[in-house]
């Protein structure tokens, strides 16, 4: 039995790995994620006046409890709950 090599294509199936692996590197280049912040949401995340004092009162607060010098009004504390639960009163 006798083979020739008549009208085989040269096949070189390293090249076609490559090419495929080069395709595949481009679509993953392509899909990236992407995360833009607007310049609301930033102004958002910056803490607000509001909060600042809020926690400088709570740490005056956890000072004066670690120290022992915090005081609550028993009848103040009385009326607010009062107040709080029983707004008609």
């Known amino acids: 039995m006798k083979i020739n090599n008549h009208n085989v294509q040269s096949v070189n199936p390293y090249r076609a790995n490559q090419t495929k692996t080069d395709q595949v590197k481009k679509q ?3 899909l990236q994620d992407r995360l833009e912040i607007s310049k609301e949401a930033k ?3 910056e803490p607000s ?6 926690s400088d009162k709570v ?3 956890k000072a004066q409890i670690q120290a022992g010098t915090y005081n609550v009004d028993p009848e ?3 009326k607010d709950m009062i107040g709080y639960f029983n707004p008609k009163a």
């Open 59 to 61: 740490s005056a607060l």
């Open 76 to 78: 103040k504390l009385a």
């Open 43 to 45: 102004k958002l995340s």
């Open 28 to 30: 993953e280049a392509a």
């Open 49 to 54: 006046p509001i909060t600042t004092q809020r």
